[in-house]
């Protein structure tokens, strides 16, 4: 099915959109997809596809809402509101036992707390409501040694530095990320939908895998690490459904930080633009040393990831970006979603798409839209 690719990209930057445009017409089925990107100040490529997605279209971006929970920590640990190395007991005095209470706020952002569920399961409703997420994990027992390895916290890591965040400043992370960064910047990336912007929420989509990829999506989930199946509640009955969360009336409404977000490219790319200085001429949230801090490796020389397997996959809360560059910071998202910064080339990009990619995480796609990125902002 033929869909046209809509919007505008600055001179030098036509092969990103060429890219963008080889991309839709290679898909099967149409990705409703958006693509925006900042460079050193400027709106250089603001595309979209899809038969009911427009520049303006609201969806779920799963855990790119990672992205802008951990850039309200780094805020917060830039004002010397949050000490990193401090212990979260510090701050949380239930959060205790099986050695949480040795672990510092750092090392609780950076994934490493063990609490990536609870022996009871969660539901949808329980996984909208951050508050009830914390208040369930303080006691329980980790799967492994606090501070020890790290693993993936995929539904519950934003309502664990998100308790941190309001014990600290009596508000919650939402209250903070919408005072701080979303509201300022007037971006359409909202930890908690307004009932008004209802409208212009389109939901996430079915993947509608091929026979063979379903055959092959079989043999990966038979073969991932044990915990995945706990972290993403895929043992409970019945397994919770990822479409079926980002699209729930609960987690628009609430906006749980770990991966509850509902947004635009141009949201994302704005948020990453925002932190960097490369919008609207305005000053960097982020100074060069946190951004650098932000970026860095937590997690080397402790192995792979238990819960997902990937090999020192994160800086403090956000995904390492090897791809982009030693400096840069980012996160991507179930459906196929990508945002990140790069601070050496003054890149921010974001990337969303409603249809479900196959075989989820951050789509393939992002890979060569990236590179034409990079060599356009290289020049």
């Known amino acids: 099915m033929a869909v046209d690719v809509d919007g505008t990209v600055a001179a030098g930057w036509e092969p990103v959109r060429e890219e963008f445009e080889a991309f839709v017409a290679g898909e099967r089925i149409p990705p409703e997809a958006q693509l925006a990107v900042h460079h050193r100040g400027r709106l250089v490529v603001d595309l979209w596809a899809g038969e009911d997605t ?23 640990a830039q004002d010397g509101v949050l000490e990193l190395d401090r212990p979260v007991s510090a701050y949380w005095p239930e959060f205790t036992g099986g050695g949480k209470e040795r672990l510092t706020v750092r090392q609780l952002v950076a ?77 359409d990336l909202y930890l908690g939908l307004p ?39 895929l043992h409970r009955d019945p397994p919770v459904d990822l479409v079926a969360f980002a699209n ?39 100074s060069a040393r946190t951004a650098a801090e932000v970026a860095r490796s937590h997690g080397a020389g402790m192995g792979p990831d238990l819960v997902t397997g990937e090999a020192d996959h994160f800086g ?7 791809a982009v560059g030693p400096e840069a910071f980012g996160h ?25 990619a196959f075989p989820g995480g951050a789509a393939a796609e992002n890979g060569p839209l990236t590179a034409a990125v990079l060599k356009a902002a290289r020049g």
């Open 54 to 76: 427009g520049p303006d279209t609201l969806s779920g971006v799963f855990s790119v809402t990672k992205g802008a929970a951990h850039l309200v920590v780094a805020l917060l």
């Open 111 to 187: 994934h490493q707390s063990g609490l990536v569920n609870t022996a009871e399961r969660f539901g949808y409703e329980e996984l909208a409501d951050d508050a009830l997420l914390a208040a369930r994990l303080a006691g329980q027992q980790p799967h492994w040694e606090p501070g020890t390895a790290y693993g993936y916290h995929a539904y519950v890591i934003g309502a664990l530095t998100g308790e941190v965040v309001r014990r600290a400043t009596g508000r919650s992370i939402q209250e903070v990320y919408e005072e701080r960064i979303r509201a300022p910047f007037g971006l």
């Open 316 to 322: 403090l809360g956000f995904e390492r970006q090897p």
């Open 248 to 286: 729930h009336p609960r987690v628009r409404a609430l906006g749980p930080a770990s991966a509850g977000g509902i947004g635009t490219a141009r949201a994302v790319a704005g948020m990453y633009a925002a932190a960097i200085g490369v919008l609207d001429g305005r000053p960097a949230l982020l």
């Open 332 to 356: 991507s998202g179930s459906a196929g979603a990508q945002g990140f910064a790069d601070p050496v080339t003054g890149t921010a990009y974001g990337y969303t798409r409603r249809r479900f």
């Open 195 to 233: 009932p008004a912007l209802e409208g212009r929420w389109r939901p996430v989509l079915d993947m509608l895998p091929t026979p063979e990829q379903e055959a092959e999506g079989a043999e990966l989930a038979a073969t991932a690490p044990e915990l995945m199946a706990v972290a993403f509640n």
